[in-house]
């Protein structure tokens, strides 16, 4: 039986002490092990920051991708080999800074895969700028007058790019993440994670207690429906996005993959994509 050691491996993470990136990897690791996967089975796709380097730290297959470009790695993945679970991560800078337009158009795509954002709302690896989740006043020393745009809500943003698993989690609640992250796997279609990730070393605003004072646990709400987007939005508007759990899943719509015509039931990797050179002439002739 397969259990979240087989995913541990025996790089030391260089993350500081503290850090919430490290309950990130844990319930990864436990939920990829929950679903009952084998290490082969899970390729992890990571963007350029503190978060990125997680690709590195778990036992799978993995690939630590250039700054915001996760998402295209891990869909051409998932794309060219569907018997893969596919899992994407990332800081908030890498998905909704320079990665945004990647972010929104694979979340109204809907490939199987599943995207784990580190949001703790500020660039850590480049020592503490302001990103587009700080919040409005948010002092740092690129913006040491305080930010002047308000910021990203990503729960927002996927409900109204028309995601099919909107989901948050807490550094913090490991047993809560695990659950989402597991149900994120299982998801068949885009599963949209966020994560609150405390940075303890830059972020001196939005700390564990922080988070401990201010997010609500969906799982406290009476009566919560999640598969009605809109009470998914109503429940994020009136907690500014400071909510915990599945806030929304559909689990009846088609995964781009279900859509595309003539997608092979075999995944690309195990075809013999070789061509005759007769079959090689054919199809130039048809370019000329
Ligand atoms: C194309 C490009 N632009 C800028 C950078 C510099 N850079 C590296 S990481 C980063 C932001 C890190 O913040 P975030 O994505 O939130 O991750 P964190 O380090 O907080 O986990 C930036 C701007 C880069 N590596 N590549
Ligand atoms: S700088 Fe912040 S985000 Fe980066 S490893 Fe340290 S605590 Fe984590």
Same mark, same amino acid.
């Given at each position: 039986?397969?259990?979240?050691?087989?995913?541990?491996?025996?790089?030391?993470?260089?993350?500081?002490p503290g850090?919430?990136?490290?309950?990130?990897?844990?319930?990864?690791?436990?939920?990829?092990?929950?679903?009952?996967?084998?290490?082969?089975?899970?390729?992890?796709?990571?963007?350029?920051?503190?978060?990125?380097?997680?690709?590195?730290?778990?036992?799978?297959?993995?690939?630590?991708?250039?700054?915001?470009? &996760?998402?295209?790695? /891990? @869909? !051409?993945?998932?794309?060219?080999? #569907?018997? $893969?679970?596919? =899992?994407?991560?990332? +800081?908030?800078?890498?998905?909704?800074?320079?990665?945004?337009?990647?972010?929104?158009?694979?979340?109204?795509?809907?490939?199987?895969?599943?995207?784990?954002?580190?949001?703790?709302?500020?660039?850590?690896?480049?020592?503490?700028?302001?990103?587009?989740?700080?919040?409005?006043?948010?002092?740092?020393?690129?913006?040491p007058g305080?930010?002047?745009?308000?910021?990203?809500?990503?729960?927002?943003?996927?409900?109204?790019?028309? &995601?099919?698993?909107? /989901? @948050? !989690?807490?550094?913090?609640?490991? #047993?809560? $993440?695990?659950? =989402?992250?597991?149900? +994120?796997?299982?998801?068949?279609?885009?599963?949209?994670?966020?994560?609150?990730?405390?940075?303890?070393?830059?972020?001196?605003?939005?700390t564990y207690?922080?988070?401990?004072?201010?997010?609500?646990?969906?799982?406290?709400?009476?009566?919560?429906?999640?598969?009605?987007?809109?009470?998914?939005?109503?429940?994020?508007?009136?907690?500014?996005?400071?909510?915990?759990?599945?806030?929304?899943?559909?689990?009846?719509?088609?995964?781009?993959?279900?859509?595309?015509? !003539?997608?092979?039931?075999?995944?690309?990797?195990?075809?013999?994509?070789?061509?005759?050179?007769?079959?090689?002439?054919?199809?130039?002739?048809?370019?000329?």
């Open positions: 039986m397969v259990t979240f050691k087989d995913f541990r491996n025996n790089v030391k993470p260089n993350w500081c850090c919430g990136d490290f309950s990130v990897q844990t319930a990864i690791q436990r939920a990829a092990a929950n679903v009952g996967i084998q290490p082969h089975d899970l390729a992890v796709i990571s963007g350029i920051g503190c978060s990125g380097r997680i690709s590195g730290y778990i036992h799978s297959y993995g690939f630590h991708g250039i700054h915001g470009r &996760a998402l295209p790695i /891990a @869909q !051409g993945l998932k794309m060219a080999n #569907k018997d $893969l679970h596919v =899992i994407a991560s990332g +800081g908030d800078g890498d998905g909704f800074a320079i990665g945004m337009g990647h972010t929104i158009h694979s979340i109204r795509r809907n490939i199987d895969i599943t995207y784990v954002v580190m949001d703790n709302q500020i660039y850590g690896l480049t020592k503490g700028q302001t990103s587009p989740r700080s919040a409005e006043g948010f002092k740092t020393k690129s913006t305080g930010a002047i745009e308000p910021s990203v809500q990503p729960l927002e943003l996927a409900l109204t790019s028309g &995601a099919t698993f909107v /989901a @948050q !989690g807490f550094s913090s609640d490991i #047993k809560e $993440l695990t659950a =989402i992250i597991e149900a +994120g796997i299982n998801h068949k279609g885009f599963s949209f994670i966020n994560v609150f990730s405390p940075c303890v070393t830059y972020n001196k605003v939005n207690d922080w988070f401990k004072e201010h997010l609500t646990k969906l799982s406290t709400v009476e009566g919560y429906d999640s598969t009605n987007r809109e009470e998914a939005m109503k429940v994020v508007m009136e907690t500014e996005g400071l909510v915990t759990g599945i806030i929304y899943q559909d689990e009846n719509a088609p995964s781009y993959q279900e859509q595309v015509p !003539g997608y092979a039931p075999t995944p690309l990797v195990d075809q013999n994509l070789k061509m005759s050179e007769q079959e090689f002439n054919a199809l130039l002739q048809d370019f000329m």
